[in-house]
């Protein structure tokens, strides 16, 4: 988990301006994300999102997923799977490195971590802000697919918080069906069938199903 | 005509209302519309703070009635954004994704939230203005 991380990074940081916001994509709410946030012991906004709302408005489709934004409440970064790898997605075969993913793991981890320092102490000047005319080359305009996807979602989300889980599932069938590479979507339905199922079989197999193409997008950083 | 009471979702909020339901058209009153969605049927057409979208020519009878309905399956096409039902069609939910994916793509400004963290207390980005923001999601799952 992130928490601790993002706790450290905000406590070192807290003096210069910046805050971190975290947010747990949780349709199961505190019952699910309450044990790592007290764990965590935040003191930055650490926040529960029953309905992915924050996913549905950054166009956020995993997690981790991480926007930078300035002071004047504009997007700097708008979409960075942080320090999260492809690393992780061997580890179901026998011959797996366990040591070698956690070295990448720390390397990802210390280099991002610069970059948000490096981006608090300098702002603009920093390479990693990117420009409006950047950040707009990297949102994706409206599509009615995803749009019809986010709705049956949020259907999905009540129907689940109102004890329709059959109906709840149904309407998370629509919307993986509609935008297949949301693993939110997939996960989060996952688990709310089954505990432990968004880690089970069905999450290894479509790692594997995805070949070649990375399960996180590339943060270029 | 047939009317029930549905539960309409909307950016976040979920409104219990009476509506009038026929094969996909779904007719509010105005005032239920405003109430669920914020929107206000107003001369200029519809209008949330100083935004109006005007009621394109032709299109009145789709939108409006003469007793002051108003058909949010058609008011959510004028706007790009996506209605879905549930089978049993007692609940209706509209995407924010078009809308935001829009409006952020021109301004380059952060959509703002409202949650509660885990004492339940909210929270809102906008609270951050004139401090550098680092937003992160995680999940247990």
């Known amino acids: 988990m992130d928490l601790p991380v993002w706790q450290a990074l905000y406590t070192e940081l807290a003096a210069r301006n910046f805050v971190v916001i975290t947010v747990a994509m949780d349709a199961g709410g505190a019952a699910d994300a309450g044990q790592w946030i007290e764990a965590a012991a935040p003191t930055h906004p650490s926040l529960i999102d029953v309905q992915h709302r924050v996913a549905e408005l950054y166009d956020w489709v995993n997690v981790p997923s991480i926007a930078w934004i300035d002071e004047d409440g504009r997007i700097v970064r708008p979409n960075d799977p942080g320090f999260a790898g492809e690393y992780f997605r061997g580890m179901m075969e026998p011959d797996f490195d366990f040591q070698a993913m956690m070295s990448e793991a720390q390397q990802q981890q210390a280099r991002y971590l610069a970059a948000v320092r490096d981006w608090v102490e300098r702002g603009p000047a920093c390479p990693y802000a990117l420009t409006p005319d950047q950040v707009r080359e990297r949102l994706a305009g409206p599509n009615a697919d995803h749009a019809r996807a986010a709705a049956y979602f949020r259907l999905g989300t009540y129907l689940q918080h109102h004890g329709r889980s059959d109906a709840a599932q149904a309407a998370f069938a629509h919307a993986k069906s509609l935008r297949p590479e949301s693993w939110n979507y997939k996960r989060q339905a996952w688990h709310l069938e089954e505990m432990g199922k968004s880690g089970g079989p069905e999450f290894w197999a479509e790692v594997k199903a995805l070949g070649n193409r990375p399960y996180y997008p590339r943060s270029e950083l | ?141």
Do not use: Y
């Open chain 2, 1 to 141: 005509m047939d009317t029930k009471v549905i539960t309409l979702l909307s950016d976040g909020a979920e409104t219990s209302l009476s509506a009038h339901v026929t094969g996909d058209d779904v007719w509010l009153s105005a005032t239920d519309l405003t109430r669920a969605t914020g929107w206000k049927l107003t001369r200029d057409g519809f209008c949330q703070g100083s935004m109006c979208i005007p009621i394109p020519p032709g299109r009145a009878a789709e939108l409006t009635r003469a007793d002051g309905s108003v058909n949010v399956a058609a008011f959510a096409r004028l706007r790009g954004q996506a209605l879905v039902h549930d089978d049993d069609a007692s609940v209706w939910a509209l995407d924010a994704s078009s809308t935001a994916r829009t409006s952020t793509r021109a301004s380059v400004e952060a959509p703002d939230f409202t949650l509660p963290d885990l004492t339940g207390r909210l929270h809102c980005l906008h609270e951050h203005r004139g401090r550098k923001v680092l937003l992160a999601s995680w999940a247990s799952w």
